[in-house]
Every structure is written in structure tokens, then in C-alpha cells.
């Protein structure tokens, strides 16, 4: 059994929609052309940045988690600044759980710390 495509003849719409040569849904021959949206400014909201509270991690409870903290605080701020939303949001989260995890490791540690001294005297 012989299968033939319709053929697109005169008066006949290509599924494409254009060219009758090429497939539904494709855009062969052009590049892709990718946009990125440039924002205006600074976000009217910004995302809280905790850098108080990282910088705090560092010399109170447990600083390597504190430098995490940092550097996506310092992140969340520039992109608070540039007016990128979603990064913004991102690292703000990202910064919060490092703080969390930092201030839950440190006084655990400290915590540990004292009732093995207390114990050992």
C-alpha cells in the first residue's frame, strides 16, 4: 500500500501554515533568537537580603555556613538593586535556610560543648 501526504496545491493551506516544506511546529533554516528582559531598576519591594544576621553566623555561631549565608545575602542584594525578581527571591530563600542551618549547627555545637565539660569535671 502507497502512503502519500496531500499535496498542497493551489487554494490549499500548508499545516505550517507557510512554507508546504516544512513540518508543523518547526522553524527550519532560522536561528533561535532567546530575549532576555532587562529590568527597569531597583525592585519597588525587595526581598530581604539577612545580612545582619549572616554577618552575626560568622562570628557567633558557625562561620563556614555564615560565608554561605554571605554570599548569597550579598547576591540577594545586587539583585534587589538591578531589579531581577526571581534571582532576588531565590537567593534571599537560599540565604534565609543557610542562616537557619548556621544558627541551628551552632548552638547544638555549643550546647554539646557544655554538657561535655560540665560531665567531664
Known sequence: MNQHRPSHQAGNN???????????????????????IAASGPLAEPFPDYLIFSILNIFALFPLLGLMAIYFSV??????????????EINSRKARFFNIVALGTGTISFLVYSVVRALLK
Open 14 to 36: 500548508p499545516p505550517s501554515g507557510g512554507n508546504p516544506n516544512q513540518s508543523e511546529g518547526t522553524n527550519a533554516g532560522q536561528p533561535a533568537v532567546f530575549v532576555q
Open 75 to 88: 547576591e540577594t542584594r545586587s539583585d534587589n538593586k538591578t531589579g531581577n525578581r526571581l534571582l532576588a
